[in-house]
């Protein structure tokens, strides 16, 4: 990994930290506050988190659902993000009009 893709998962990261308990942000929407990334960037670095102050469960899919594909992993997400209040409904979706956050008041970066 380089410098920049350093410097961008570092900010990835600090976007995420900002994410309050009980809400959730999509891969899509982080790429967008942090630029010059992708959601399929800012998924590699959510699955890539070993610092647990970096909290990665509260990243999802931008149709309101969990992208881990095995089951334990998938569980976990779900678990977490329900012990923070967050409710999913009969499909397993996160309604992002009430658990959605809504970013940061300022351009971070």
């Not at 380089?2 to 600090?14: N, V």
């Not at 909290?55 to 779900?78: A, C, E, F, H, T």
Request: net charge neutral; with cysteine; aromatic share 10%.
């Amino acid at each position: 990994m380089d410098q920049q893709e350093l410097s961008t998962y570092r900010k990835i990261y600090e976007t995420v930290k900002m994410i309050p308990a009980g809400k959730v942000a999509t891969y899509g929407q982080i790429a967008r506050i942090v630029g010059g990334c992708t959601a399929i960037m800012v998924g590699y670095a959510m699955a890539g988190v070993s610092d647990p102050a970096i909290p990665w469960q509260r990243v999802i899919n931008s149709r309101g659902g969990i992208s881990i594909k095995d089951q334990s992993g998938y569980s976990l997400q779900k678990a977490l993000l329900e012990s923070e209040g967050v409710v999913f409904d009969q499909s397993d979706k996160v309604d992002l009009s009430i658990f959605g956050w809504q970013g940061p008041e300022l351009q971070l970066f």
